[in-house]
């Protein structure tokens, strides 16, 4: 696994340029690609010249292009220009990509909301297949975000691997957010399950300290390894022994790190990458 620099994650506006600057500068191996930024700048110069500005810089994910919830005439518009944008992430050379799955609604019930993805996602997943792309879901888990709503929906890494089992296409795993794991309530032993094929990109953050799991809420994160709540070196020495080889990037929805300066707040997210990396012995 490699440690990737996701830059609006930490509060950090950049395009693909100066963000691989700032990944080089602060030691970072990867970087997540706008893909629709990435094509303008192929379409203008070359797909040559988009990618030897990536040298030395592993590609992250690459941004999931679809509003895959929208009413279906929107839906399937956006549908069909997956297969170019596809095609185009393929020949970069990047090939995951993400979204997050609400966990609960207040219009469909579970069945409903279950068979809805299934057939969403399964049209995009089969594109997806067609050019060599995994997508990974990404669970919800705070009791928080869902204690409001009318009807729950998929909030573990166990149900969400069922609804990529279900959706059926092969190359559907997980956005794996040790948060979401956490305030899930899953353990490391439910990690120790995983198969290294299941997991399609991490983010990393710890939890405040003092609020039990069911009362966290999901936007105040801490970065990793600053309060040990979340046994971020057990997490990610498991990962390695599964075979994780993916990106890893901080999402800590931190107040302290948004009020940084842009390199204090890059110095101080590589430094916490590199204390889990410790504690899992991996450096």
């Known amino acids: 696994m490699f440690k990737n620099l996701s830059p609006g994650a930490i509060g950090i506006s950049a395009d693909m340029k100066p963000g691989l600057i700032l990944a080089k500068k602060f030691g970072f191996e990867g970087l997540d690609i706008n893909i629709h930024e990435a ?40 549908l069909a220009r997956l297969p170019d944008i596809a095609a185009f ?5 990047c ?14 019930t579970y069945r409903e ?9 399964r049209s995009i997943g089969e594109i997806l297949a067609d050019h060599g792309h995994v997508l990974g879901l990404e669970f919800i888990g705070p009791r928080t975000s869902r204690a409001k ?18 959706i059926g296409t092969g190359n559907i795993g997980l956005l794996l957010d040790t948060w ?16 290294s094929e299941d997991v399609v990109y991490v983010h990393v953050n710890d939890a405040p300290s003092g609020i039990a799991v069911e009362d966290q809420i999901d936007n105040m994160r801490c970065l990793p390894a600053e309060t040990g709540v979340i046994p971020l070196g057990e997490f990610f020495k498991i990962l390695a022994e599964v075979g994780y080889d993916g990106p890893v990037a901080v999402e800590p929805f ?14 101080t997210t590589i430094d916490s990458l590199d204390a889990v990396w410790a504690k899992a012995g991996l450096s």
């Open 39 to 78: 094509k303008t700048m192929a379409d203008e110069q070359s797909i040559d010249e988009v990618k030897a500005l990536w040298e030395g810089v592993k590609m992250g994910a690459w941004s999931f292009p679809l509003t895959w919830n929208a009413p279906e005439d929107e839906y399937k518009g956006s």
């Open 89 to 93: 992430a393929a020949e970069l050379g």
């Open 95 to 108: 090939y995951r990509t993400s979204i997050a799955i609400p966990p609960a609604s207040n219009d469909k």
């Open 113 to 121: 909301n279950w068979d809805f993805h299934v057939t969403r996602f």
């Open 149 to 166: 709503a009318k009807h729950g929906f998929v909030y573990t890494m166990d149900g969400m691997r069922g609804l990529a089992a279900a």
């Open 180 to 195: 979401h794991w956490y305030t899930a309530q899953s353990t490391l032993s439910d990690l120790a399950h995983l198969h």
């Open 254 to 267: 931190s107040q302290k790190l948004r009020e940084m300066k842009p390199e204090k707040a890059l110095q």
